[in-house]
């Protein structure tokens, strides 16, 4: 079921064409993945969700309530965790929690509760009485995000989450972020300049540059549709002409070569690699390594956009 559904988003600034009939679903409790090069068009798109811009066509509706007819109710449902760390560094982190879930209007002992939840599952519970301005920057960030789900949204918006963090901040926000997922329903829009990050977390992703789709779908889909065909490499001692010809005779091989004792596989969905080993263990031929060589993200969106995603 989608949750979130942009609809035909053109945005002009000027004579610039920033976002050029943009479309796309996101499913409940799924996290998506929403990547392009600087200058994309990414910020501005999200500034048009979160009602900061309006578009010049299209519409968007979250949580079935049209952004621009019925802006309050969509924004009730928005979780948003900026780019910019936005905290106030005189007070605590209790203090800002309790100023940020008081802007939700929450109150009383909901309010105290949900501080505490949020502490909790951001890890900061120790740090509550320190004052933000001696944070280091993993911690400002988990804050940051611990302030957006004070009223537990059903979409949170993450807008580079994990810029400048160390790898402690980093682990609790990829574990926060899968959790909040699971066991409170909602949905993720991820958004980031790691495409490892991507890559881990998320299934789907939309891939924009230069204000255009240029690539939707699930990651194996994108990949397929770049990269058909991946490779496998055998290393193994006395391999024979008979042995090759054998293997070329497996389903789902599309090449095979040898060359300096190794064995190289191009592949497609239908490959199983036991199918090669059973083959292998007849000529009684001891295999000193498998590697399997699959098409990455990053080598998917360079490919498609002619950029890395810093650009």
Same mark, same amino acid.
């Given at each position: 079921?989608?949750?979130?559904?942009?609809?035909?988003?053109?945005?002009?600034?000027?004579?610039?064409?920033?976002?050029?009939? $943009?479309?796309? #679903?996101?499913?409940?409790?799924?996290?998506?993945?929403?990547?392009?090069?600087?200058?994309? *068009?990414?910020?501005?798109?999200?500034?048009?969700?979160?009602?900061?811009?309006?578009?010049?066509?299209?519409?968007?509706?979250?949580?079935?309530?049209? %952004?621009?007819?019925?802006?309050?109710?969509?924004? /009730?449902?928005?979780?948003?965790?900026?780019?910019?760390?936005?905290?106030?560094?005189?007070?605590? =982190?209790?203090?800002?929690?309790?100023?940020?879930? =008081?802007?939700?209007?929450?109150? *009383?002992?909901?309010?105290? @509760?949900?501080?505490?939840?949020?502490?909790?599952?951001?890890?900061?519970? +120790?740090?509550?009485?320190?004052?933000?301005?001696?944070?280091?920057?993993?911690?400002?960030?988990?804050?940051?995000?611990? =302030?957006?789900?004070?009223?537990?949204?059903? $979409?949170?918006?993450?807008?580079?989450?994990? $810029? *400048?963090? #160390?790898?402690?901040?980093?682990?609790?926000?990829?574990?926060?972020?899968?959790?909040?997922?699971?066991?409170?329903?909602?949905?993720?829009?991820?958004?980031?300049?790691?495409?490892?990050?991507?890559?881990?977390?998320?299934?789907?992703?939309?891939?924009? &540059?230069?204000?255009? +789709?240029? =690539?939707?779908?699930?990651? &194996? /889909?994108?990949?397929?549709? $770049?990269?058909?065909?991946?490779?496998?490499? %055998? +290393?193994?001692?006395?391999?024979?002409?008979?042995?090759?010809?054998?293997?070329?005779?497996?389903?789902?091989?599309?090449?095979?070569?040898?060359?300096? /004792?190794?064995?190289?596989?191009?592949? &497609?969905?239908?490959?199983?690699?036991?199918?090669?080993?059973? %083959?292998? @263990?007849?000529?009684?031929?001891?295999?000193?390594? %498998?590697?399997?060589?699959?098409?990455?993200?990053?080598?998917?969106?360079?490919?498609?956009?002619?950029?890395?995603?810093? #650009?």
């Amino acid at each position: 079921m989608s949750i979130i559904e942009v609809k035909n988003i053109t945005k002009r600034f000027n004579d610039k064409l920033v976002l050029d009939n $943009v479309s796309y #679903d996101v499913n409940q409790g799924e996290i998506f993945g929403f990547i392009g090069p600087n200058g994309a *068009g990414k910020s501005t798109l999200i500034n048009i969700m979160t009602s900061l811009l309006t578009p010049d066509s299209g519409t968007i509706k979250i949580c079935g309530y049209d %952004i621009l007819k019925e802006p309050i109710k969509a924004k /009730e449902c928005i979780g948003y965790v900026p780019q910019d760390i936005s905290l106030i560094e005189e007070l605590t =982190a209790y203090d800002n929690l309790e100023f940020f879930g =008081a802007l939700y209007g929450l109150k *009383g002992k909901e309010l105290k @509760e949900r501080i505490n939840e949020a502490l909790e599952v951001t890890g900061l519970v +120790e740090k509550k009485k320190e004052k933000v301005k001696k944070f280091s920057g993993g911690m400002k960030r988990r804050l940051n995000i611990a =302030a957006a789900i004070m009223h537990h949204p059903k $979409v949170l918006i993450m807008d580079e989450p994990t $810029v *400048g963090v #160390d790898p402690q901040s980093r682990n609790h926000i990829f574990n926060f972020t899968k959790n909040i997922c699971k066991e409170w329903g909602s949905t993720v829009i991820y958004t980031s300049h790691y495409m490892e990050e991507v890559e881990e977390l998320c299934k789907r992703v939309f891939i924009i &540059d230069l204000g255009k +789709e240029i =690539a939707y779908g699930t990651k &194996d /889909e994108i990949k397929t549709s $770049v990269f058909p065909n991946n490779k496998v490499t %055998i +290393e193994a001692k006395d391999i024979s002409a008979e042995l090759i010809l054998n293997i070329e005779k497996v389903n789902g091989i599309l090449n095979v070569k040898e060359k300096n /004792e190794t064995i190289i596989l191009t592949i &497609d969905s239908n490959f199983k690699l036991n199918n090669v080993l059973t %083959i292998i @263990e007849q000529y009684g031929i001891n295999i000193k390594k %498998i590697s399997y060589d699959e098409a990455k993200l990053e080598d998917v969106f360079l490919a498609l956009t002619g950029k890395t995603l810093r #650009d």
